[in-house]
């Protein structure tokens, strides 16, 4: 018989129908995913740029930066050739499926049926035992030892005397793999509605201060349609180092000009709102700011008030007649060896206000209150005045982010689950239970196969067949 010669059709779908071809394009995406790891996404080309010195040196670094571009290595999840993969990967997944299923469908679906004698040899699992009594006087127990491994019996009789039962479960556990295929192909369509229809910014709020919108790729803008408000912002630090331990944003959700929502947001802890996730990206101080200093002042009595003061404005401390005057503040004081103060750093590091106290006209005393050293709050008169806060100088920034797709790569991730969880822990198992006439005994035969995790079945057989040798006669 001539061998039908394949069209172009048949061979298109033969190539995507070949695991071979399935590994070939699973490896090109994770190969390219590994330098859209390295190289950062859409970020400034500068540092890129110097990312490629450090890896190619300085006279390589251009030439390898300008091959990238062309490539779209530095936007490279939205590059048409990295969809297409993604698309050829889905194709693949699909058409593999699609080519092996009517077999996988049959053997998941096709109901079980008494053993020919020219198949008993070709079952792996095979166990003998001998018991008392004749075939049928032995059937009820052979039914109860099988239903106590959870198998429902049919019945066949034969035409010497004898019988078989044979039961399977986990039909259906072949359909496993198409699960976790599916899976799949619904986590890729949410990572590509994510990419070309979602939303990666940056909003910077300066304490005190309302935005609405937050600021996307060259420079463009995303109106948020409810506005973000930066109540605080704070950073603590490790020890006496100048390393953030912690720093966190006290933001207010404001829509339609009422407060809908109050949350702090650190690092590990962002903000959900009207399908945005703002995540706490960074910070720093806003140029030719004005901001109150927060002042907690407490006299020899006792009595402690917090105030709030600009630069230049003076304060009485309670139960005395003495005024402090902020004169200067450095948002990073420090000391050289001569004793002369200086500012290292124009982040919040090391606040400190220079305040001039003052009674009845005469200058007293003055100096730097450090905000991160206690032992400067106390004055020589025993008075105490502590720096909380220089707030409204600082802006938190925020990295905006919107995926509508998101809830498809949970939804995947969820069948994913599912689909491996019924992969690897489940089965398809069958046993056949021979019994035939041997005097006033009967010859049991029980044979079983089961298509993955064969040892634990194995096992369970064993079990079975313990439990008929109690009452067996050798």
Not at 12 to 28: G, M, P, Q, R
Not at 98 to 125: H, Q
Not at 313 to 339: H, K, N, Q, Y
Request: charged share 25%.
């Amino acid at each position: 018989m001539v061998e039908r010669k394949k069209g172009l059709v048949d061979r298109i779908w033969d190539l995507f129908a070949s695991v071979k071809f399935a590994v070939v394009l699973f490896l090109l995406i994770a190969l390219t995913s590994i330098i859209g790891t390295v190289i950062e996404q859409g970020a400034e080309p500068e540092k890129n740029l110097m990312l490629l010195k450090r890896l190619f040196g300085d006279s390589l670094a251009p030439s390898a930066f300008r091959l990238f571009e062309s490539l779209g290595f530095m936007d490279m999840y939205r590059s048409w050739w990295f969809v297409s993969l993604l698309v050829l990967f889905a194709a693949n997944l699909i058409i593999c499926s699609l080519d092996r299923l009517p077999r996988i469908w049959r053997l998941a679906t096709e109901p079980i049926k008494p053993l020919s004698p020219r198949m008993t040899g070709s079952v792996p699992i095979r166990r003998e035992v001998r018991l008392k009594g004749p075939p049928e006087a032995v059937r009820e127990r052979l039914e109860e030892a099988l239903s106590s491994i959870g198998f429902k019996a049919g019945y066949s009789p034969d035409e010497d005397g004898g019988y078989q039962l044979y039961s399977q479960k986990g039909g259906y556990t072949r359909l496993g793999v198409y699960i976790t295929h599916l899976s799949i192909i619904v986590i890729m369509l949410g990572a590509v509605i994510g990419i070309f229809f979602g939303f990666k910014g940056y909003m910077p709020i300066q304490e005190g201060y309302t935005a609405d919108f937050a600021y996307g790729r060259d420079d463009t803008t995303q109106s948020l349609g409810f506005a973000i408000r930066c109540d605080d912002f704070d950073v603590e630090f490790y020890d006496m180092s100048d390393m953030p331990k912690v720093f966190r944003s006290r933001l207010t959700v404001i829509r339609d000009g009422r407060e809908v929502m109050k949350k702090v947001v650190e690092v590990n802890s962002p903000l959900r709102y009207g399908g945005y996730t703002f995540y706490q990206s960074n910070y720093g101080m806003v140029p030719d700011a004005d901001g109150y200093f927060i002042l907690k002042v407490r006299g020899r009595t006792g009595k402690a008030v917090t105030i709030n003061r600009m630069l230049g404005e003076s304060f009485v401390i309670p139960g005395t007649e003495i005024v402090g005057t902020i004169r200067d503040f450095s948002p990073a004081l420090a000391m050289d060896d001569s004793g002369k103060t200086f500012t290292y750093s124009n982040m919040m590091n090391n606040p400190a206000v220079y305040i001039e106290f003052s009674e009845g006209g005469k200058e007293r005393y003055a100096g730097w209150i450090l905000r991160r050293f206690p032992s400067t709050w106390r004055l020589p008169d025993g008075n105490v005045v502590e720096l909380v806060d220089y707030w409204g100088v600082q802006y938190t920034g925020l990295q905006v982010r919107k995926d509508p797709g998101v809830w498809l790569v949970y939804l995947g991730s969820g069948i994913m689950t599912l689909g491996l969880c019924i992969a690897f822990f489940m089965s398809h198992r069958r046993v056949w239970v021979l019994v035939g006439r041997e005097g006033r005994h009967s010859a049991v035969t029980v044979l079983a196969s089961a298509n993955k995790n064969r040892q634990a079945f194995e096992r369970k057989i064993d079990k079975l067949v313990s439990a008929l040798s109690g009452g067996s006669d050798g």
